[in-house]
C-alpha cells in the first residue's frame, strides 16, 4: 500500500513539475460551481472535485452546457474520468488560464467545442504512454501492474473520442540538445504545445477563439519560455489506438 501511495502520488505530476505555470488569481485555490449558467472547475484535478461537478451538474434545474477551466492537471485516472463525463455529457470546454498536463492530455480534447481565449494556455507534458518514469526497482512490481491498468484505461477513452494518443508524448520524441543546454543552466521548460493546425492533425476538431486570436505567448511573456513550441512534422500520419495493451 505504501508503494502504491507514492506511486499515485508521482503520477499527479507525471514527468515534470507545474509548479512554474501557476497563476496568481483563480488557479490559486480549488473552486467548483455554477456561475453564469456555466459550470467552473479551478485547481487541480482529483476525485472530490470531480464528484463535485458532477453532483452539480444532476442537480441543475437547467444543465450548463460549457465548462469552464482552469488546472495545472492531476492524477491520470481522474483526468480521465472527467474528460468522459465532459463527452458523455456532450459539454463544451473553455480554458481560462491554463489547461496542463491531465486537462490537456483528457479534458479538453473530449469537449464538443473547444474554446480558447487569446491568452489561454495548453500545456502538454506525457502521459501513461510516456517511456520515462523513474521508477524505483522496489516499486517496479507495483508500478507495473499500476500502469497497464491506467494505459489500458486511456488508450480505450482516446479511441473513444477519436484523437490520436500520440498527442500527449509527441513532443517528447522531439527533445533536442538545446533543450538539454537549457535544462542544464537552469532554464527548464514545463511542457509543450502545438499549434491550431497541428492541433486539428491529431484529431482535435471544433476549436473556437473566443477573441478571434489565441497568441497567449504575447500576452503573458513571463511564460513564454516555459513552454516549447513543437511542429508536427511532415511524415506524421494519424492513427487510432496507436498504443495498445
Not at 3 to 13: K, R, T
Not at 216 to 234: E, S
Request: a negative charge; hydrophobic letters at 40%.
Amino acid at each position: 500500500m505504501k508503494h502504491l501511495i507514492l506511486i499515485l502520488i508521482f503520477l499527479v505530476v507525471g514527468c515534470t513539475s507545474l509548479k512554474n505555470t501557476d497563476d496568481s488569481g483563480p488557479n490559486t485555490e480549488i473552486y467548483v460551481g455554477i456561475k453564469n449558467g456555466n459550470l467552473i472547475y479551478q485547481g487541480r484535478i482529483t476525485e472530490a472535485s470531480n464528484n463535485a461537478i458532477f453532483s452539480l451538474f444532476n442537480d441543475a434545474e437547467f444543465k450548463p452546457r460549457r465548462l469552464v477551466i482552469s488546472t495545472n492537471g492531476g492524477e491520470i485516472g481522474a483526468g480521465i474520468d472527467l474528460g468522459r463525463w465532459v463527452k458523455h455529457n456532450k459539454l463544451d470546454v473553455e480554458v481560462e488560464g491554463v489547461c496542463a498536463s491531465s486537462c490537456a492530455n483528457y479534458v479538453f480534447p473530449a469537449a464538443n467545442t473547444k474554446y480558447l481565449r487569446k491568452d489561454s494556455i495548453l500545456i502538454w507534458h506525457g502521459s501513461a504512454w510516456q517511456s520515462n518514469w523513474h521508477v524505483d526497482q522496489e516499486q517496479r512490481e507495483t508500478f507495473n501492474t499500476y500502469i497497464s491498468l491506467i494505459r489500458k484505461k486511456e488508450t480505450d477513452f482516446y479511441a473513444d473520442i477519436r484523437v490520436d494518443n500520440l498527442l500527449t508524448t509527441y513532443g517528447q520524441s522531439k527533445a533536442n540538445f538545446w533543450d538539454y543546454l537549457l535544462n542544464f543552466f537552469g532554464k527548464e521548460t514545463v511542457g509543450y504545445d502545438y499549434s491550431l493546425a497541428d492541433l486539428q492533425k491529431f484529431g482535435l476538431a471544433n476549436i473556437v477563439l473566443l477573441d478571434e486570436e489565441w497568441d497567449w505567448r504575447k500576452y503573458r511573456p513571463d511564460r513564454a519560455n516555459l513552454v516549447k513550441r513543437i511542429k508536427v512534422g511532415d511524415d506524421y500520419e494519424f492513427e487510432l489506438n496507436r498504443f495498445e495493451i
